[in-house]
């Protein structure tokens, strides 16, 4: 697994986290309940967070491939020219 794999998998599971916090952050109003503390919707960014890093697996992903198919075009080149 390489590093940009990683980054998707953590950047799904920390959006999971928050989409999570969210839920419960938002259920006591439908519930009315008293609400939580403050601190608990700033665990909801967390959603924000983890599609941020899970986009940053996947740009790096494309870059790569990128990389690997231009290495791909200048070695399929110079064998025609050999």
């Known amino acids: 697994m390489n590093s940009a794999d990683r980054l ?7 959006f999971v986290l928050g989409a999570v916090a969210t839920l ?5 109003l439908f519930l009315g309940t008293t609400p939580f503390p403050v601190y608990m919707f700033c665990l909801s960014m967390l959603m924000g967070v983890g599609f941020v890093i899970a986009a940053a697996g996947v740009l790096k992903s494309a870059a790569a491939g990128r990389r690997a198919a231009r290495a791909a075009a200048r070695g399929a080149t110079t064998a025609q020219g050999a």
């Open 24 to 28: 419960v952050t938002v259920a006591p």
């Open 8 to 14: 998707v998998r953590i950047g799904g599971i920390v």
